[in-house]
């Protein structure tokens, strides 16, 4: 019996989980992780992807503190909401983003379901594309955000790419893009940005975008649209819903995943929404039926508190008014962030066109620098940033806007 036991005990002792290797740092929390080791107190963060006010500091919006303490006066429950989450709150986001008076709407065209914001949307949206369409591969835009490809990958789907942005002119390279869309293979999925383009701050015209319909639509894809920024890069729900509508003007059948992280400032609530657009009302009914099936495993129900924070600013209608404002406002210190970081550089000398800062839009800009001259402006002047030279606007201020523009002039020169 004890040799027994002795033979066994090694077995017992082992680890399980020895053989696992230590996972790579995502890059951009690696980013803020050396952000706060370094001791320096003029030290910068424009990598993180979070709206900051004029002082460097998490912002609320007084919409969504308003719409807190009118929750908070009801002495709500906690239940648990719907497997597709809360009926109020997805009627809510269909309007926000197709518009009140949207046909797929008024004919019930629409099949929705609360997600675990944008995020979770996304994810949603590609097992069910594993799941029920008849192609597999899904086109991203060169680049794109960078969770998109784990996404999508651990989706089950198999990831190509189109032709975006023009490195020479930092802007769209709407020829090669449009080029690369006619060659794609009919049936397969292309994913849009609706407007402000992570990582790039460039999105198209409406013109252009009109185009983008066409060339899309004569190829049969099918139309996956994230729109995490709505109203947070020009400072209007309605023209940030522009590629949005038209493509369901244009008969595309989209999905579409929307995330009010950044429009409202809810991070840590985690609040999306996912839409598929069906051919017919009984189409609809049977997809959102398989959404719901997709959702039970993966985390049952969605948060409580989000939808109804969400649904309120959206519903009431002086709290509906007053975020328009709050959305709009943020949208324009934003613009006006990179109006001065353009005007800042010249007054140091700077002899680079730097009229990309301001023609791109939204949180993100690419700046065009390089690995070598991101490292500079870190280990040189504790700003940090991405390597592929992405800067967060939103992480200037105007009480620190020289920081980064004395910065990036020293290491373009």
């Excluded at 609360?114 to 995020?119: A, E, N, Y």
């Excluded at 598929?276 to 959404?291: K, P």
């Amino acid at each position: 019996m004890l040799r027994a036991l002795q033979a066994t005990t090694p077995l017992l002792t082992r680890s399980f989980w020895s053989h696992v290797p230590m996972g790579p740092p995502d890059p951009i929390i690696g980013v803020t992780e050396a952000f706060n080791r370094d001791t320096n107190p003029d030290k910068m963060n424009v990598g993180v992807g979070a709206y900051r006010d004029d002082s460097g500091k998490p912002f609320v919006l007084p919409s969504v503190r308003a719409a807190e303490e009118k929750l908070l006066s009801q002495n709500l429950n906690h239940e648990y909401l719907p497997t597709h989450g809360c009926p109020k709150f997805r009627e809510a986001a269909k309007i926000l983003a197709f518009g009140e008076d949207s046909v797929v709407l008024k004919e019930n065209l629409v099949a929705s379901a609360q997600s675990i914001s944008g995020t979770g949307g996304l994810r949603i949206g590609g097992m069910f594309i594993n799941k029920f369409h008849g192609s597999k591969q899904l086109y991203l835009p060169a680049p794109s955000w960078g969770n998109h490809t784990p996404i999508f990958r651990e989706s089950g789907l198999e990831l190509k790419s189109y032709t975006y942005y023009k490195k020479d002119t930092k802007g769209l390279d709407l020829e090669n893009m449009l080029s690369d869309i006619g060659n794609i293979e009919e049936g397969a999925t292309i994913l849009l940005h609706a407007c402000a383009h992570n990582p790039t701050g460039v999105d198209p015209t409406n013109e252009q975008w009109d185009a983008i319909s066409e060339a899309i639509k004569k190829r049969n894809l099918l139309v996956f649209i994230d729109m995490a920024y709505q109203g947070f890069a020009s400072g209007s729900v309605e023209q940030d819903a522009y590629a949005v509508r038209k493509f369901i003007d244009d008969g595309h059948k989209i999905l579409l995943s929307q995330s009010f992280a950044k429009n409202m400032g809810v991070y840590g609530q985690r609040c999306g929404a996912f839409s598929i657009v069906a051919e017919d009302a009984e189409s609809a009914a049977a997809v959102e039926s398989q959404l719901k099936i997709l959702i039970r495993p993966l985390y049952s129900s969605p948060a409580l508190n989000a939808a109804r924070l969400v649904t309120t600013v959206l519903t009431d209608e002086e709290l509906h008014k007053q975020w328009l404002i709050d959305v709009k406002g943020m949208a324009d210190r934003i613009i006006s962030m990179r109006e001065a970081l353009k005007a800042g550089l010249a007054r140091e000398g700077s002899v680079h066109n730097w009229d990309h800062l301001t023609n791109q839009i939204g949180m993100f800009c690419f700046t065009g620098m390089n690995p070598e001259q991101v490292g500079r402006l870190t280990n040189e002047f504790s700003v940090y940033l991405t390597k592929d030279g992405r800067i967060s606007i939103a992480g200037v201020s105007s009480k620190k806007c020289g920081l980064p523009r004395q910065a990036m002039h020293q290491v373009t020169k």
